[in-house]
Structures are given as C-alpha cells and as structure tokens.
C-alpha cells in the first residue's frame, strides 16, 4: 500500500541530496588543484594522443607482465619531458599516451624500443645504398692513422665523421672516416647491389599489428640478416650470404625496417646505419644497454656537433674497457634498435666507463635520445598505428560548440516542459540543473581520482543523458495525470502514481545502463568515453528522481498556497476537470442503480 504524500517526510529527503552536494563540493575545493574543473581530452584541450601497438617476432600476444613493463617505461620517458598533466595508459595490446597542451611532438617519439646494444663491426662492410644526392660533408675530419682509402663509397666520411677525441675526455671512440680495418675489406665491400635494387617482401613496411603476416616479415629479416652462417669460425664473413642479406636490406628514411627492435644480439647482425646511407655487418653483442648508468646530451666543442654522452656501470665498465684494450684501430657500432646510428675506430682503451654517441644530432634529436636511452629499453617493439595532434584554438572551438549544443538542448526540454507541464515544468528545470550540478562535481572528482578525461565524446553521451532524465520526469508526471483521471485530487495522485512510475522509471534506466554497460566494455577509445558519462549520467538520474524530484512534487501537493496547490498552474486542469466528469457520472451511475 502506498504511503502518502504526508509520510514522505520530503524534507529528509532533500537535506540529503543537500549533504550529497555538499560533500561533494567540498571534495572539489579542498582537494587536487581546488579548482572546480574537470579534466579535458585532447579533442577539448588540445594536445597530442599516440596509441602504440606491441609487435612481438612470432605474432603472439604479448604477456601482460611485459606490457605493464612497457607502460612503467613509458611513462618514466614521459614524465622526463616535463609537461604536466600526460597520461600512459594500456588499452588492450595498446600503449596509448596523451599530451595535453602544445608540447606533445615529443611523444610521438618516446614508443622506441630504445634497444641499444654495442657491436663489433667484422669488415668495412659499409657501401652507400642509395645515389649521393646531397653533397658530402665537409672534410674537417682528421682521417684517422692507418686507414687509408679502399674505394670510392668508402673514401667519404660517414655521419659520425669529426676530428678524433683527445685523449682522457672519456670518449676514446673516434667516428671512422674510412671504414677498411679488416682484412675482409675488399671482398665484404664487392658485392655492388645499389640502392635501386628491388627489395623482397621482409624489407617493406609492417603494420605494426601482431598478426600473421608481421611475425613473417620478421622472421624473414631475421633468416637473412641474422644467419649464424654469416661469419664463419674463423671470424671471416661469408661472402655470399653477406651479400644476399644487404642485397634484402633496403635503407631508405621512408622505408620501416621489420626486424626494427626485434633483433637477436646472440647472432650476427646487417643493419642499415649513418642516417640510411651504409649497411654493417656486425658480430654479435657484445655489451647490452642494459649496463648504460646515465646518459646526458651536449654539444662537443672539439667535433663541432651535439652528441650523447655515457656512463656504464661497474660490470659494464669492465666490459667496455677489455673491448677497447683489446680492439684498438677496430670498429664499434652502436646499434640503437636495429640501426648503427654510430660506427667509430677505437683508437684508445677507454677504462674510464664513459664514451659519446655520435651521429650529426640535432640538439632535440640528442636529448630525445639521451632521455630514451637514460629510463632504459622497452621489453616489446611498438609501431605507431596512431598518432593525433589536436592545436589549443581547434579544442576550444569544440568545446565551445559542445557547451552550445548542450545549451540548446536544455532550452528546448525547459520550454516543452513550461508550456506542457507549467509549475511541474519548472520542478524539472530545477532539478535538471541541481542533477547537472551533481554531474558536474563527480566528473571533476573522477578526473583527480582516476585520471578520467572529458572529450567530445562524453559530452555527447552528457546531453543524451539530459533526454534519460527529463524522460523520468515525464513518465512521474504522465503517471499522476492517469490518477487525475481517476477521479483521485492531486495530494491523493502524487503516492499512488509514484508507486507506479518508479518502477517504469527503474526499468528504464536500468535498460539504459545496462547498454552503456556493454558498449563500455566492448569499445574502445572515445566511444568508452560516450559510454561513461552515459551510464553515470543514468544513475545519478535516479539519485535525482528519488531525492529531489518527487520529494518536491510531495511539497507542492501538500501545500496551503493556493497558487501552487491549483491544478490549473501545475497543467493538471484539463485532466481533473476530466477526472471530475468522470467520478460525477459514476456516481450518477450508482445512484441510478441504487434507485432501481
């Protein structure tokens, strides 16, 4: 049995929702940045968003262990920039990262691997790749002692070509100039494919998605460019498998290489280096970067050019210095993700634990490098399979239409509900702004407390909400018409109508919440985002239907105020005047059979 409209005790119900409000409010101002304002996406904001997804040689899915590796990475990269307020998140097989503002080009970079190993270099196996069409370098390099001219791809200095290092500044590593150290020289630099030459599949650019078809390009980069058969036991390369796996490699900047951060540094290894123009082969690691204490990036006033500077640890110190004692007028290739980005002579033993990387850097090219190489190398390869860029002015204008498309929104239900429902009309407009301040307060909460961002998306989902909420209004509303009708008066409506509207009302909502639930789970990106705000819009309709508006439609019906207890101001007239006919010709009806 209903209860009344007088044992409601709608008073207890709004000092509630008021303590909630108040809670609530109290929570925005007094914690976080104390400013009473939600996070924005990107699309709101502007910034940049990259979604890197993991590559793995065989095509399986990545473990989740490594995957949460990859993120903490990430995210220490990220947080070097030193632009607030980023975000690293998994999605799925994706690392998505999200720079707000207008310092987010960085990021785009920070998904390398950042596998860095060191190498030795077998032979001069170095030969330009692709027609000179810019002209050398300057020769203000020293040659180095000991390495004269071999042949005319060899006789210009690679990138890291400079003047040779002092002694005792802790990088006794000077680029090479001429790269023929080795007896192999001649044979390893004859094989003359140019850069013409047309590659097979493994060398196109992969998609970056685990599947079938990029575990086979790596697989097959790795079946060529590292057999172990490529140098034999007695540490002379084999021609012409040497030659079949440069002949495969195709250094181009425009062209990904497959085996890129997926190499094994137990085999040998032909890689493309000095900026896509020369092809190494190389023994197999020899010192991880793993053993790399700190990097810095600076500018060397001897060579003229920024470089990397690094630091080994104890193990790798050691490592380093046996390497360069033992190895003096050799070849070392700095391998960074299946690229030599540099091949110097040692002309020292460095014992120091320090040396340079150097490779015509730019001064950001440098410090991205340093950065990467200072937080350590990921334990997967990623491929950018998005990247958007979103300017500040772009993601106000969306948020400024946004705000007008929900604006309008409003207006159009506050109207329909004035000139349908009248005093009622405007019970809902009250409520649809205290629910919209209740929204309001947990978005800015959700996005302190677990980092939830609004885009454009969840402001959709938001002014969809706004027709879920007036919906429960007029479903209240059409059910105390019904009661009027009855014959029943307003005050003995209001019980018996709520009865029977809350429980369409539920039902409602709970169909709408259950679809949010399942498009929340299912999507991805921003459509999880229209689905959020969605489905908290949905519940925090009923916390509104519940506490603020039946309790005020109670008040009004038990009112003493003749303005408000008129059924004609509340756009119940007609009804009643229908309900009255009605309970008239009953009771005429009654009369009639009683008299016969």
């Known amino acids: 049995m209903a209860a009344s409209a007088g044992h409601l005790r709608p008073g207890r119900y709004l000092a509630l929702f008021a303590l909630i409000v108040i809670v609530l409010y109290a929570l925005v101002f007094l914690t976080g940045n104390h400013k009473p304002t939600p996070k924005l996406g990107i699309d709101l904001q502007g910034g940049t968003r990259v979604t890197l997804t993991a590559r793995t040689p065989d095509g399986g899915q990545p473990t989740r262990e490594s995957l949460n590796q990859a993120r903490q990475i990430i995210e220490r990269r990220v947080n070097g920039i030193g632009v607030g307020g980023t975000e690293v998140l998994l999605d799925g ?69 400079s003047a040779p290092p002092t002694a005792g500044g802790g990088g006794g590593a000077a680029p090479a100039p001429q790269q023929n150290t080795t007896p192999a020289a001649p044979s390893s630099s004859t094989p ?57 490699l195709t250094c181009a900047p425009n062209v990904k290489d497959p085996l890129e951060g997926n190499d094994d540094p137990k085999l040998p290894l032909v890689a493309c280096g000095d900026h896509d123009t020369y092809k190494y082969l190389m023994e197999p690691e020899f010192l991880p970067g793993t053993e790399i204490a700190d990097s810095t990036s600076g500018f060397d006033q001897q060579r003229g050019q920024w470089v990397v500077n690094l630091s080994f640890k104890s193990e790798g110190t050691k490592i380093w210095a046996d390497f360069t004692s033992k190895n003096t007028g050799q070849q070392a290739a700095f391998v960074l993700d299946t690229q030599v980005v540099s091949a110097p002579n040692i002309q020292v033993a460095i014992v120091d634990g320090n040396t340079q ?80 301040a209740l929204v309001f307060a947990v978005l800015v909460l959700l996005g302190r407390w677990i980092g939830y961002t609004l885009d454009l998306a969840g402001v959709a989902g938001l002014i969809i909400a706004i027709g879920i909420t007036a919906d429960s209004f007029v479903i209240y509303f059409e059910r105390l018409k019904d009661e009027i009708r009855e014959g029943r008066t307003f005050r003995s409506a209001v019980p018996r109508g709520w009865v029977r509207a809350r429980r369409t009302i539920l039902a409602s909502d709970a169909v709408s919440f259950l679809a949010a639930a399942i ?26 239907v519940y506490l603020v508006t039946h309790p005020l439609v109670a008040m009004v019906s038990t009112s003493k105020n003749a303005f408000l207890s008129n059924p004609r101001n509340l756009g119940l007239g007609a009804v009643q005047q229908l309900g009255s006919q009605r309970k008239k010709s009953t009771t005429v009806g009654r009369a009639n059979v009683k008299e016969a």
């Open 93 to 161: 097989n994706n690392v998505v990262i999200t720079v707000p503002g207008e310092q987010g080009d960085q990021a785009k970079n920070l998904g390398k691997t950042a596998k860095l190993g060191f190498r030795k270099v077998v032979s001069s196996a170095t030969q330009p790749v692709v027609p000179p069409q810019t002209p050398p370098p300057p020769a203000t390099g020293t040659p180095t002692s000991g390495a004269p001219a071999s042949s005319a791809p060899s006789s210009k200095p690679p990138a890291s070509s």
């Open 192 to 248: 003359p494919p140019p850069a013409s030459t047309p590659a097979p599949a493994p060398s196109a650019p992969s998609d970056g998605s685990v599947d079938a078809k990029t575990a086979q390009e790596i697989q097959a980069a790795k079946a060529l460019r590292q057999n172990p058969q490529l140098i034999g036991a007695d540490g002379q390369p084999n021609q012409e498998l040497v030659s079949q796996a440069m002949a495969a």
């Open 357 to 436: 990387i150097t490779g015509k850097f730019t001064q950001s090219e440098a410090k991205d490098l340093s950065d990467i190489l200072k937080y350590g190398s990921l334990p997967l390869s990623f491929a950018s399979s998005d990247a958007t860029t979103v300017s500040a002015t772009l993601g106000l204008a969306s948020l400024q239409a946004g705000l007008i498309a929900g604006g309008i929104g409003l207006l159009v239900v506050f109207v329909y509900c004035l000139f349908y429902y009248r005093l009622l009309g405007v019970l809902t407009i009250l409520s649809l702004a205290l629910s919209g």
């Open 519 to 544: 498009l929340y789970v299912i999507a991805v990106g921003d459509v999880q985002g229209f689905a959020f705000t969605l489905g908290m819009s949905t519940v925090l309709d009923l916390v509104v």
